[in-house]
């Protein structure tokens, strides 16, 4: 069984009872903000002391995605995306995060398919140069179909380049099923961000709340990622302990069904 982390979207203490009860680890978000990128060191320092009593057990990062594209045509932007994603990394080594996950970008009726993985897999290509032992991972946000980011994970070549599947995303942005997502992208998902909603809005329930299938969710991505690892992406601490549990009894139940 992949690790479990749940999201920094609670308070320090809701995080410190959170982990202490679950045993899971953190996926900071703060770095995802150009606003704190601006004041890195202080983020840092901030970053250490707010992790120090939590004793995680591992650390993931949701990097920047406010207002960047890596896909973009205009080479400025594409600069200025690799400089807040070079910051991120920089945050992911000093920290000793796991993984990185940054957002697709693709917006429907403003980024079209066609070129798209091309351009998004020459990015990342050129940003992973010379890297090696922290994961970077694509999520899905608005893209209304997987078969962009199906083609981008088997364009880049690259050890710790992968997929993160956000199920709630995929459930309410997206006429495909969620099932499908998971079927489709399979050996390619190394991350999953987890929470429900009713397929309407990104409302970030706790499991059960909403309609995602997600026993039939999950089996997929065991089967055909068994190390993937999850993040329990709720606002409220109630809400982050019973995905937890849920998650893991799930995941257990499918292996001993296995």
């Known amino acids: 069984m992949g690790a479990v982390y749940i999201s920094e979207l609670l308070t320090q203490e809701e995080l410190k009872d959170?982990?202490?009860?679950?045993?899971?680890?953190?996926?900071?978000?703060?770095?995802?903000?150009?606003?704190?990128?601006?004041?890195?060191?202080?983020?840092?320092?901030?970053?250490r002391e707010a992790l120090a009593p939590l004793g995680c057990r591992g650390l993931t990062l949701h990097g920047p995605f406010l207002d960047l594209n890596p896909a973009s045509y205009d080479s400025r932007i594409q600069a200025v995306t690799r400089q807040r994603y070079e910051q991120?990394?920089?945050?992911?080594?000093?920290?000793g995060a796991e993984k990185i996950v940054f957002h697709s970008g693709r917006i429907p009726a403003t980024v079209y398919?066609?070129?798209?993985?091309?351009?998004?897999?020459?990015?990342f290509g050129k940003f992973l140069e010379g890297k090696?032992?922290?994961q970077i991972l694509v999520e899905n946000v608005f893209d209304p179909e997987y078969?962009?980011?199906?083609?981008?994970a088997q364009r880049v070549r690259?050890?710790?380049?992968?997929?993160?599947l956000d199920m709630g995303h995929a459930h309410c942005f997206s006429g495909v099923p969620v099932t499908e997502w998971a079927g489709a992208l399979g050996k390619y998902i190394r991350h999953v961000h987890v929470h429900d909603n009713d397929g309407t809005r990104d409302a970030h329930l706790a499991l059960g709340m909403g309609t995602i299938p997600l026993k039939r969710v999950v089996e997929k991505i065991v089967?055909?990622?068994?190390?993937?690892?999850?993040?329990?992406?709720c606002s409220s601490r109630e809400h982050a302990e019973t995905s937890v549990k849920i998650l893991k009894n799930c995941i257990s139940e499918l292996s001993v069904i296995e």
Not at 147 to 152: D, F, M, R, S, V
């Open 18 to 47: 959170v982990t202490e009860k679950t045993g899971t680890g953190l996926e900071l978000i703060r770095f995802s903000v150009g606003e704190n990128l601006d004041a890195f060191d202080s983020q840092i320092r901030e970053a």
């Open 88 to 95: 991120a990394y920089r945050a992911a080594q000093i920290l």
């Open 113 to 123: 398919l066609e070129g798209w993985a091309e351009r998004m897999a020459a990015f």
């Open 132 to 134: 090696s032992g922290i």
């Open 147 to 152: 078969t962009g980011l199906l083609e981008l």
């Open 158 to 164: 690259h050890p710790d380049f992968g997929l993160c």
């Open 223 to 233: 089967k055909a990622s068994p190390e993937a690892t999850w993040t329990v992406e």
